[in-house]
């Protein structure tokens, strides 16, 4: 069992009591959760973490009216505050349904507010092997890499959580870095590998930052999260082929090209408010 969070709070009180188990999220029924300690995010210790947070809706999306002939292939969240933890619920809905084309769309509301709000196009399966393509370059596989202890400055359950693989040529705004936990996302049982995958992806973030965080330093939260994929991601690992920019106005952007043990499968993007670390925040 990883261990817990190493970091002390500024105000216990504000905290709310996050469970303890192997999983991300308490399942309370009818799209209800309750986040536990792995799901705690790294900016500040009583929101959850954005990666946890993007399996959990995954997870919804998937489970609303699913078809057997169609996957998702996109998925873009836009993140409209904090994203507090404890408890919270899911409210799914069908904005564009189709024959070939669907576009879904889930809300997560936290004490009345929303959080983060994502859709999803669903597209129809069929074969195009005689046109089978791709030009991303396949990377180690993790059980040939080394143990990394990189993300050991980052504060936080999810963070605390994660068994971390390096790529050699690692460096300050790009890197390669396979990612791995042994928690389900909800208490129910296990989900699929698109959930566990998807549930991860937003680390890219913190991977190969320009900046070390950390007080007297800089942060660089993102605002959104767009994941496009060509095909369905498989297994347990994700890598993270990542690089991070900065622009001269206070607005970056982290890309990375995303991994499983099969090889790439489709690419990341999110924008990034880059501004100085308040004094005494998290880092």
Do not use: C
Not at 203 to 218: E, I
């Amino acid at each position: 069992m990883p261990k817990a969070p190493t970091h002390t709070p500024a105000a216990e009180s504000e905290l709310p009591e996050l469970a303890a188990g192997d999983f991300f999220y308490e399942d309370l029924g009818e799209g209800r959760y309750r986040s536990t300690v792995h799901a705690q995010g790294a900016w500040n210790p009583h929101e959850q973490h954005m990666a946890p947070a993007t399996g959990i809706i995954v997870h919804e999306l998937e489970k609303f009216q699913p078809r057997e002939d169609m996957r998702m292939a996109r998925v873009s969240l836009d993140i409209h505050g904090i994203i507090h933890g404890g408890e919270f619920h899911i409210e799914t809905r069908m904005i564009r349904p189709g024959r070939t084309i669907e576009l879904i769309e889930a809300e997560m509301i936290a004490g009345g507010r929303t959080s983060i709000v994502a859709r999803a196009w669903r597209l129809k399966t069929g074969d195009s092997s005689a046109v089978h393509a791709i030009e991303d370059a396949a990377v180690a596989h993790p059980e040939d890499l080394p143990a990394w202890t990189g993300m050991s400055p980052w504060p936080g359950g999810y963070i605390e959580g994660l068994d971390f693989r390096v790529e050699d040529g690692h460096r300050a705004g790009r890197g390669t870095v396979w990612l791995h936990n042994g928690f389900d996302m909800v208490s129910s049982g296990p989900t699929s590998p698109l959930v566990r995958l998807l549930g991860m992806v937003d680390t890219a973030n913190g991977v190969a930052p320009r900046v070390a965080p950390g007080p007297g330093s800089w942060m660089f939260p993102n605002l959104d999260l767009q994941i496009h994929m060509h095909r369905a991601p498989a297994g347990e690992w994700l890598g993270l082929q990542a690089q991070q920019t900065y622009g001269d106005d206070g607005i970056g952007l982290t890309s990375a090209v995303l991994h499983d043990v099969n090889g790439p499968f489709g690419r990341s993007e999110q924008i990034l408010t880059v501004r100085p670390l308040p004094a005494g925040a998290a880092g």
